[in-house]
C-alpha cells in the first residue's frame, strides 16, 4: 500500500507564488510517474504537470512557462513550483503516483488566489 501526504497549499495574491510538495512512503515500483492534478467543483479533475521516474516532465498548457515541476527519487518527493499564479489556479491540487499496475492519490491540498 502506498500513502501519498501533500503540503504547501493556502491563500495567496494574483502574481504569487507557492510550493507544493508531495512524499510517497510504502512499497513503491520503478518506474513510476508523480504528478499534480487540480479539481474545482463541478468539474473533471484535470492534469497540472507530471514527471516520470526518470525525469521527463510534462505540464498542461495553462501552467506552462509558470508552473515547475521535479522529483527526489531518493527522498520519493515531487514537488510543484507554482509563480505567477493566477485566480484561475484556484483549486484542490492533488499528488497523484502512478505505477505499472496500480494508481495512487493524496487527499489534496487547497490553493486559493486572490485577485
Known amino acids: 500500500q502506498v500513502q501519498l501526504v501533500e503540503s504547501g497549499g493556502g491563500l495567496v495574491q494574483a502574481g504569487g507564488s507557492l510550493r507544493l510538495s508531495c512524499v510517497a512512503s510504502g512499497n513503491i515500483f520503478s518506474p513510476n510517474a508523480m504528478g499534480w492534478y487540480r479539481q474545482t467543483p463541478g468539474k473533471q479533475r484535470e492534469l497540472v504537470a507530471d514527471?516520470?521516474?526518470?525525469?521527463?516532465?510534462k505540464y498542461a498548457d495553462s501552467v506552462k512557462g509558470r508552473f515547475t515541476i521535479s522529483r527526489d527519487n531518493v527522498k520519493n518527493t515531487v514537488y510543484l513550483q507554482m509563480n505567477s499564479l493566477e485566480p484561475e489556479d484556484t483549486a484542490v491540487y492533488y499528488c497523484?503516483?502512478?505505477?505499472?499496475?496500480?494508481?495512487?492519490w493524496g487527499q489534496g491540498t487547497q490553493v486559493t488566489v486572490s485577485s
Open positions: 514527471i516520470t521516474s526518470g525525469g521527463a516532465p
Open positions: 497523484k503516483l502512478t505505477e505499472r499496475f496500480r494508481n495512487s
